[in-house]
């Protein structure tokens, strides 16, 4: 789907054109029952006095005994049922999150994550914190397209939580880069087919972050449209994030 766009300020036209066209893929997309399994479903009262939801995904040899970091994995569109199981076949399981509880959330009344505000995400990771057996930072943020633009708001909320930033694609709009971001990682990956206002949002974000943050990397998934085929190795774009020295 490709979109030409005369600025910026343009982008949230396309976000909304292409979160229908995610919104669509994902409802027709099937997900390997193998991969259903792995997802326990939780919710709890939500500010707008209806229920968010989010998916869970523990480490093989879980032991509630012990503290595990945590993979928020943010989906794009609206964030339904089937997107976010979509969402963790194509982009968020790897290896290198077998040590990692994945924390998957599902849109909140069907809008996208987008729409949580700061104290709607807070209330999010509060449960998230009481209900499961997690450490109090070095947490990892992964998003893509609405879940990418959403990552940024999460760090805004809670900067001292996290440790870095993955997008497939994403990055800030207009939010205020936080001094307590100044240790993170992050990876802007941006499919090669993508549209060019998704590749210029990642190039701007890299403008804003070099040097407010620990290290900032821009990542071309080659031969992928906007939403990533299966059939795509996504584990090229963590070994960027996991070769990063610490």
Known sequence: MKIKLKNMKQLTVLILLLSV??????????????????LEVKEFE???????????VYPKNYDESKQYPVLLGLSGGNAND??????????????????????LPLGPS??????????????????????ESVTKNNW?????SMGGLAAFNFAVAKPELFEGIITFPGGIREQKVSEKWKNYKIVLAVSEKDDDD?????????SKLTGKVKSIEVFTIEGEEHIISPEYDINKVYDVYFNIKK
Request: with cysteine; net charge positive.
């Open 82 to 103: 089937k997107i976010v199981n979509y969402c963790y076949y194509t982009l968020f399981k790897s290896h290198y999150f077998n040590n990692y509880i994945t924390i």
């Open 140 to 144: 990892i943020l992964a998003g893509t």
């Open 46 to 56: 939500y500010i707008r006095t209806a229920k968010i939801k989010y998916k869970v």
């Open 198 to 206: 998704w590749k210029t949002l990642n190039e701007s974000t890299k």
């Open 110 to 131: 069907g809008s996208a994550l987008t729409d949580m505000d700061d104290n709607e995400i807070n209330l999010l990771i509060k449960d998230i914190k009481e209900k």
């Open 21 to 38: 066209c995610f919104t669509s893929y994902g409802q027709k997309f099937k997900v390997p029952d193998s991969i259903i399994k792995e």
